[in-house]
Nanobody
Framework: QVQLVESGGGSVQAGGSLRLSCAAS????????MGWYRQAPGTQRESVAS???????NYADSAKGRFTISRGNAKNTVYLQMNSLKPEDTAVYYC?????????WGQGTQVTVSS
């Protein structure tokens, strides 16, 4: 099974930046793609950015132009560089992996953006 661990969350002022990291372990050969989701209290979890094993990326409209998803050289780490953060970006951010089995989720890391 694949396990995911996120890090890099925290509290920043509007306009600031954070870089989230997600480290995958286990059967990483089963990973087809990875991405980041976020969920604010009382809302449904939504996709923010994703990257395929081939390197293609997709972004939510709210993230496009501000966020960048990338993969580490080891291919088992994915990053989310978040710039020009806004208060509406405040949420718990979750790493996700698309696999040939049951898709794993990270435990989540809190991102809080103050005005």
């Amino acid at each position: 099974q694949v396990q995911l661990v996120e890090s890099g969350g925290g509290s920043v002022q509007a306009g600031g930046s954070l870089r989230l990291s997600c480290a995958a372990s286990g059967d990483i050969d089963s990973i087809l793609g990875m991405g980041w989701y976020r969920q604010a209290p009382g809302t449904q979890r939504e996709s923010v950015a994703s990257i395929s094993r081939g390197g293609s990326t997709n972004y939510a409209d709210s993230a496009k132009g501000r966020f960048t998803i990338s993969r580490g050289n080891a291919k088992n780490t994915v990053y989310l560089q978040m710039n020009s953060l806004k208060p509406e970006d405040t949420a718990v951010y979750y790493c996700h992996a698309s696999t040939r089995g049951v898709d794993p989720w990270g435990q989540g890391t809190q991102v809080t953006v103050s005005s």
